[in-house]
């Protein structure tokens, strides 16, 4: 049970304490809650239970996604969405962006972790709604190392790869991988490693990004199943993909073009029919509108909120789930303070966290990320991203994605 409220309450009740969870539930199948009348009427004789099994959908993980988004509306409000401390005595500095179906499970563990301490920390944790402007302007305005905070957690090739932002940091020695040893096997074996061979990155964890098949709306098409299929010439027009969430899209984008090219990027972009947050694809539950795309790229996380016995299945793709990974910066100097933050960040009680059930699968080597050895992976490697412009990259696959180019 939650703090909020019992998952018995009646709709109506809930969303008048709650007003934010009328369009979470409208999203979600229950259109007529926009109706005030309706809400009332209707809803003062549904519980929240009811209503979600009256429409197959998990209660358990849809109860998790209201109290993120009671507790995303109360941060807006507070604190535009991020939580922060600043002390001019603190001895260590960390900025984050973290995704939002886990920040506030990680921050209350963060926080515990803080309040253990004998000494002060600073930090800025920022929602990836919200976007990452404070980090930016950080690092754009930084002119030596000492402008830096000393750890960064966040997704984003163009942050800390672009030349004008991270990159101008990265041959200077100023950052130190402090993990030893191997990461979790699944994401460091004979295919892939994650593990920056040169010592400098590191990364916590990684978004994958798979395929939602509408078997309503596919038709008599075969179903895809590898990036590879999406290109072709009947998949035109039929792919929704979550182009406003640019780590996710440049990962994609990163990905395709180190193992497809450029013509894999243009033929993906002809594909597309529109771009959905994955909470509208999964709304969407297999129903066959004039606009509902076949398939929707989406991490894998929303995943789990499909309904059973829907027309949407899930499709791991064979050439590989393509990931956003989520990096770990931390700066060599001032390590001695910084240790017990970078051992807590790296620990597997983070990793349950953040994991999320194995939906956001972790390199801690502890952890279960519950895969088979089918679920593999495709990025584009640390050799492809230390001899190239990640950033001119970024900036021409766009281009060539939306057919300027």
């Not at 790869?161 to 940091?169: A, L, T, V, W």
């Not at 309503?216 to 072709?232: C, I, M, N, Q, Y």
């Not at 939906?359 to 088979?372: R, V």
């Amino acid at each position: 049970m939650n703090k909020y409220f019992d998952i018995k309450d009646k709709v109506y009740d809930v969303t008048e304490k709650y007003p934010e969870l009328i369009e979470v539930l409208a999203n979600a199948g229950f259109e007529n809650l926009r109706n005030d009348m309706m809400r009332k009427s209707m809803g003062k004789l549904l519980s929240i239970e009811t209503a979600l099994k009256s429409k197959n959908i998990n209660v358990d993980v849809f109860e998790k996604q209201l109290v993120e988004a009671i507790e995303r509306k109360s941060d807006m409000t507070d604190n535009n969405g991020i939580v922060k401390n600043v002390d001019e005595n603190a001895k260590v500095s960390i900025k984050g962006i973290l995704p939002c179906p886990v920040r506030m499970q990680f921050i209350e563990s963060f926080e515990k972790f803080v309040e253990s301490q004998d000494y002060k920390i600073n930090y800025n944790l920022n929602a990836a709604s919200m976007g990452m402007d404070a980090i930016e302007a950080e690092i754009m305005n930084a002119k030596t190392e000492d402008d830096l905070s000393d750890i960064y957690m966040s997704a984003g090739f163009n942050l800390f790869f672009d030349n004008k932002y991270m990159g101008r940091f990265r041959d200077k020695g100023v950052f130190k991988d402090h993990r030893i040893g191997k990461l979790n096997k699944s994401l460091d074996n004979e295919n892939i490693s994650v593990k920056d061979p040169e010592g400098e990155y590191s990364i916590i964890g990684v978004v994958p990004a798979i395929f939602i098949v509408n078997k309503a709306v596919l038709g008599d098409r075969k179903a895809p199943t590898s990036w590879e299929d999406l290109f072709k010439k009947e998949f035109e027009n039929s792919i929704a993909l979550p182009t406003s969430d640019l780590d996710m899209f440049n990962a994609i984008m990163l990905g395709i073009y180190s193992k497809y090219g450029k013509e894999g990027v243009k033929a993906l972009g002809r594909g597309l029919l529109k771009s959905m947050h994955p909470a509208q694809m999964v709304k969407t539950g297999g129903r066959k509108d004039i606009d509902t795309p076949a398939i929707s790229i989406m991490p894998y996380f929303f995943s789990k909120t499909i309904k059973e016995n829907s027309n949407l299945s899930v499709v791991w793709p064979k050439d590989g789930a393509v990931i956003s990974p989520v990096f770990l910066l931390t700066k060599k100097k001032n390590y001695e303070n910084s240790k017990p933050l970078i051992d807590f960040l790296f620990s597997k009680q983070v990793a349950e966290v953040l994991g999320a059930d194995g939906k956001f699968p972790q390199t801690n080597p502890e952890y279960d990320n519950k895969l088979e050895e089918s679920q593999n992976f495709l990025w584009a490697g640390w050799d492809f991203i230390r001899s190239n412009d990640i950033g001119e990259i970024l900036r021409n696959t766009e281009k060539w994605f939306y057919g300027e180019e």
